[in-house]
């Protein structure tokens, strides 16, 4: 069993940064990928990020280019660097894993049928 906890929420202006961390119970190294989501009110949780255990990631094509997974096995720790915030990025974000060394994707993505363990989300707000 792996319990994740996630930090680093809050309240920005468009166009600021914040940084999400996941706390990790547990060793998590390569064998488990990882990944982020989110889901705004009223919508459908959707993945933002993953990363594999071999440290490959993928992006949904709203965040390219302004997010950055990564993830640090010796601190069993996820981290959500996001720049750029837009308000359209408001929303309850979630770190999410998988045991196996290579997410299980749908549509090139880490898919949350596929999600074993869950974190209670942290929120981020963006104003415009």
Excluded at 17 to 45: H, I, M, N, V
Excluded at 102 to 113: E, M, N, P, Y
Aim: hydrophobic share 35%; with cysteine; charged share 20%.
């Amino acid at each position: 069993q792996v319990t994740l906890v996630e930090n680093g929420g809050g309240s920005v202006q468009s166009g600021g940064s914040l940084r999400l961390s996941c706390a990790a119970s547990k060793y998590t190294d390569s064998r488990y990928c990882l990944g982020w989501f989110r889901q705004a009110p009223g919508k459908e949780r959707e993945t933002v990020a993953h990363i594999n255990g071999d440290g490959s990631t993928k992006y949904a094509d709203a965040v390219k280019g302004r997010f950055t997974i990564s993830r640090d096995n010796t601190k069993n720790t996820l981290y959500l660097q996001m720049n750029n915030l837009k308000a359209e990025d408001t929303a309850m974000y979630f770190c999410a894993a998988e045991s196996a060394a290579s997410c299980t994707v749908i549509g090139g993505l880490f898919s949350a049928a596929y999600v074993e363990y869950w974190g209670q989300g942290t929120q981020v707000t963006v104003s415009s």
